[in-house]
């Protein structure tokens, strides 16, 4: 917070100083604390390499405090050139047609240099329209993967140095800990809406609705409940009743990370982006990176994982000169070197693959950091596994946790939960058709 | 009766005008914004906008989640009402009754309502928190396993029980005054002929505090409808599965995080005719039951 006022009023000194001869571009973001230091520092770096623009970042709280800003802001006529938003806003923001302007096409009309075959399809694809063109810029990009405690693992009897493959495993190994006393539970996980149920669904190459997960255009429907993720969903409520797992609550799963810490359970599925978070606070255990556990009866399974975080958003309606600098800003931030250097010290994903090349010593240093890279380009994409793109899905994503709930406590079964998420999932998005038609 | 007549016309109207305006800039026209827009059907950045009539409304009518944060909102504003305004009248007679140190007592029972009720949220969220939480500690040593986070009766008990803390204070010292009022003659009176402690309570005193009564119970239904937000955010955000789902929270929840704009003004528009039936039941009916 004490760096983030420094920097804005730094930021206000160098406004009130700089007048005329700048543009300023100005660029509001969901990143706070150290994540925000970092991305100010990134910020300066392009401020600094030249004197025509002058990006201006500004914090605006969490991804929907950011977005509804940015929204509220465009009625009133007040919009940012550029503002971050998280994935599961995408459908809204591809949606509202005339209010946004295409990263392909701002490229294109200030003439900067763009190659849309040099980023990571998996992480590029979520963001494309149905032609194949690139709608927003990557910015922080990340994928689940498993965190598990070595030490407890060598307390048990298990080999510190494998991780459970398989969905079988996770239970085997489970048992095993608590059998031996090294921990009271087996896994816990952050976001059961983006990691137990889309990437789930994504890894073992199932759709979760149709018209390619929504790619396809308005009419698409969710189809979340096949047999796949409802055997997955009642294993989760089996493990729970048998204290395998434990729940570690709604949204990202606040509760999920702190029973990883205090050695209560063995595993826990998290974004690789909390990386750094997981090292600071695993001071008394050697740590452990793993994929994502598949069950190996699905055909196909493991396919690849779909990402999260976050992509930046051209709004339009601002002065002509604010988009040529937006479009050099762009530039510098997909460049290899500024990618390499936020993803190595966030945990998110390079969003190139030049950038990733750049990284090489890095994983070298560090066992692990690439579990998230492997896991994403471990296979071409499907329609499947490409992500997902459905209006109103801010909301849905509330509804796939509260459905969860109702599983874990006992007053829907599986294949209940599920079919209401599709339901009441559905509802909102007739609805969403309705209005952007 | 001696009347005065003023006969300047325009005088109190000009006396009249900030409050006026204050009232029409500050209330009516964002409720009639909130009424135009629970008739429309808008995207997110109001690129496109249909008249839609009553159809939000008969949407949110036919909808299971809406009529289950009706009844939570119910439930929950009687139970707060009754848990913070019984718990504080009980203190405020303890305190009464004391000859020493009730200075002291009234100064720290009225300290928590100094706390934000977002940092409220927050110390609640830390004390029952199921894993790091000292409360289902103890509770675990008694063999009740508590988690707020999968258990709806859990959620809903925690929410509950930090928003009447948080206006405990503010009854106290309502009730704390309204004792302190009565005069003791009354209450000796009735002792000498050998009215006991109990029967002094509820016909001497209850009665002389009516109106104090029927002030906070108008407050705390208030409160607990509205000012509860902070506390509901921070501690349960509405969970698990809508336990906690008041209505207030809905409205902001699928306006702003959800930007269903429509359907968030027909919901407030719904609340909004919820208050007005209640203040003119309270002023109708309830009221003529005070004695002031």
Request: net charge negative; charged share 15%.
């Amino acid at each position: 917070m004490k760096s983030l006022f420094t920097a804005s009023a730094v930021a206000l000194a160098l406004s009130a100083m700089s007048a005329s001869a700048q543009t300023e571009v100005q660029w509001w973001h969901a990143m706070g604390g150290e994540l925000g230091a970092k991305l100010e520092e990134i910020v300066k770096g392009f401020n600094d390499s030249q004197t025509d623009y002058k990006v201006v970042p500004s914090y605006k709280g969490t991804y929907p405090e950011t977005m509804t800003a940015a929204i509220a802001a465009f009625r009133a006529n007040e919009q940012p050139a550029i503002v971050q938003v998280f994935e599961v806003g995408t459908g809204t923001m591809m949606a509202a047609q005339g209010a946004v302007i295409p990263v392909h096409q701002l490229m294109k009309d200030q003439g900067a240099a763009f190659d849309q075959s040099a980023f990571l399809p998996s992480v590029v694809g979520y963001y494309t329209d149905t032609d194949g063109n690139m709608l927003s810029m990557p910015f922080n990009s990340s994928t689940p993967i498993l965190y598990y405690n070595k030490s407890v693992f060598e307390k048990a009897g298990l080999d510190p140095n494998t991780p459970p493959k398989t969905w079988a495993e996770m239970e085997e190994f489970s048992k095993k800990i608590m059998e031996s006393g090294a921990a009271s539970c087996g896994f816990t996980t952050g976001w059961i809406s983006w990691i137990q149920t889309e990437n789930l669904s994504a890894w073992h190459n199932q759709p979760i609705g149709t018209l390619e997960n929504g790619f396809g255009g308005l009419g698409a429907r969710l189809s979340v409940n096949g047999p796949v993720q409802v055997k997955h969903w009642g294993n989760l409520k089996k493990w729970a009743d048998e204290g395998i797992f434990k729940y570690g609550g709604p949204v990202g799963g606040d509760n999920a990370p702190p029973m990883f810490y205090s050695q209560e359970c063995a595993m826990i599925m998290n974004s690789s982006a909390s990386r750094a978070g997981v090292i600071a606070n695993a001071k008394d255990f050697e740590l452990g990176f793993g994929m994502l556990p598949y069950y190996d009866d699905v055909e196909g399974a493991p396919q690849n994982s779909i990402i999260g975080g976050a992509t930046l958003w051209v709004l339009s309606g601002r002065p002509d000169e604010e988009y040529a600098g937006a479009a050099k800003f762009f530039e510098y931030l997909s460049s290899p070197a500024v990618q390499a250097d936020w993803a190595s010290f966030s945990g998110y994903l390079p969003i190139t693959q030049a950038a990733a090349d750049e990284m090489a010593g890095f994983f070298g240093e560090n066992p692990g950091a690439d579990t998230g890279l492997k896991q994403i380009t471990l296979n071409t994409p499907t329609e499947n596994s490409k992500g997902l793109r459905f209006g109103n899905y801010v909301q849905i994503r509330g509804i796939i946790d509260e459905e969860f709930e109702q599983l874990m406590s006992g007053s829907k079964d599986a294949q209940g939960a599920l079919d209401g998420v599709v339901e009441r999932g559905n509802a909102l998005i007739e609805e969403f058709q309705a209005q952007n038609q | 009766m001696k009347r005065t007549i003023f006969r300047n016309q325009l005088l109190p109207w000009l006396l009249l005008a900030p409050q006026l305006a204050i009232t029409f800039i500050f209330f009516i026209w964002p409720a009639a914004q909130a009424v135009w827009q629970s008739f429309l059907r808008e995207d997110a950045f109001g690129m496109k906008s249909t008249f839609v009539g009553m159809e939000n409304y008969w949407r949110l009518l036919d909808s299971p989640e809406y009529l289950n944060s009706l009844q939570v909102t119910a439930v929950f504003a009687v139970s707060v009402t009754i848990l913070s305004m019984g718990f504080s009248l009980l203190l405020a007679v303890a305190v009464d009754r004391m000859i020493r140190s009730a200075q002291t007592y009234t100064t720290l029972l009225v300290w928590p309502y100094a706390v934000a009720p977002a940092v409220a949220g927050i110390l609640w969220w830390f004390i029952f928190n199921p894993t790091i939480g000292i409360l289902p500690y103890f509770l675990d040593q008694v063999g009740y396993d508590w988690n707020h986070i999968s258990d709806k009766g859990d959620a809903f008990l925690l929410v509950v029980i930090a928003s009447a803390w948080k206006q405990i204070s503010y009854n106290f010292l309502f009730f704390v005054a309204g004792l302190q009022s009565i005069p003791a003659s009354l209450r000796e009176a009735a002792a000498i002929d050998g009215a006991g402690p109990v029967k002094r309570f509820f016909t001497i005193t209850l009665p002389l505090i009516s109106p104090t009564t029927f002030f906070l119970l108008v407050v705390n239904i208030v409160y607990a409808m509205f000012d509860t937000f902070a506390v509901i955010d921070s501690t349960t955000e509405g969970g698990p599965a809508q336990a906690t789902n008041i209505m207030v929270y809905k409205v902001y929840f699928d306006g702003f995080v959800g930007q269903n704009l429509g359907s968030s003004g027909a919901q407030s528009v719904i609340l909004m005719l919820i208050v007005i039936a209640l203040t003119v039941i309270q002023f109708r009916w309830v009221e003529k039951k005070v004695e002031y």
